[in-house]
């Protein structure tokens, strides 16, 4: 796919302390969902998308995400003096997928600081983000839709999914006006983590952003907001109330396969969903699942 929008930025600084003690040591970014880290399912969507230039915001502890990108020499002429072909295959696919850049957050000061990282590599440009947590099936375009939006019309395009009233609160949640186009709304406000009773409506911003360069402007005067944070929703409200500062924001309603590995139970179910639908785990998998299940509730009835 060929786009105006070459750049990627993939905010990666967070400690994962949902994920402790495992995240400890370990980046949460490179815990695996079957076969493969999380992050590698994320820089595979921007490639498929032709952002082949990928900027990793990382922190203290991340060396591992630089290690995974870059080639291993020593294990490619093993597997090689092996002839195992396979393997090598897919130790070499996370190295080719895009060119991957790096810049520390010295200080974990949220999204919106994490963006900001991005603006000397980002420049004058529209670019895309990508958070890390959130997985969008490679059979679902998402990204390429929001591309296409903000070619479109310009501005910023935020990825949106309707969720259950109860959860909004998870959640920056989006004031919208319906256009012409039934996946697209106009969004007129932005509310980080409302309560249900406050909520503008039940539509969650999920991870997945086509940014006006005009953002940076923006984030650079947000004050902290919820949690001590720069957030990212409070500077896209900003730009959706004025739209001569960065033009308009969209948001493109996004009802395909998502898969949230920033929670412990998602992750779970994440690297069930998956290993079901792969070829070479997936027969004898489910086969295996099948059975655990029988075999569960008839101990539990």
């Not at 295959?89 to 190295?95: C, L, P």
């Amino acid at each position: 796919m060929r786009t105006s929008i070459t750049k990627a930025v993939i905010p990666a600084a967070g400690l994962g302390t949902r994920f402790l003690p495992a995240t400890k040591a370990t980046p949460k970014e490179m815990l695996p969902v079957v076969d493969k880290p999380a992050i590698q399912y994320v820089v595979e969507e921007a490639a498929s998308a032709g952002l082949e230039d990928v900027l990793l915001i990382t922190g203290r502890n991340k060396r591992a995400l630089e290690d995974h990108f870059d080639r291993n020499y020593e294990l490619e002429s093993a597997l090689q003096k092996k002839g195992d072909a396979d393997r090598l295959a897919r130790v070499q696919e996370s190295s080719s997928l895009a060119t991957t850049h790096y810049v520390r957050q010295g200080d974990p000061k949220g999204l919106g600081h994490a963006v900001l990282c991005a603006a000397p590599h980002v420049g004058g440009q529209p670019f895309a983000v990508l958070l890390g947590d959130d997985l969008i099936d490679p059979r679902d375009p998402l990204l390429a839709r929001m591309i296409e939006i903000q070619e479109r019309h310009g501005g910023s395009v935020v990825a949106l999914m309707e969720v259950e009233p109860s959860q909004i609160h998870l959640y920056g949640c989006a004031a919208v006006e319906t256009t012409e186009d039934g996946d697209v709304v106009k969004v007129t406000d932005l509310v980080e983590k409302p309560a249900p009773a406050d909520a503008p409506s039940n539509y969650a911003i999920i991870g997945r952003y086509v940014l006006d360069p005009a953002v940076f402007d923006v984030l650079r005067q947000t004050e902290p907001g919820r949690g001590g944070e720069i957030q990212l929703t409070d500077a896209l409200q900003t730009l959706a109330a004025d739209e001569k500062i960065g033009g308009p924001v969209h948001g493109v309603v996004f009802k395909g396969r998502r898969y949230d590995t920033g929670d412990r139970g998602d992750y779970l179910r994440a690297i069930v969903r998956l290993a079901c639908e792969r070829e070479d785990l997936g027969p004898e998998f489910r086969s295996w699942l099948r059975t655990f299940v029988d075999e569960d509730e008839a101990a539990a009835g």
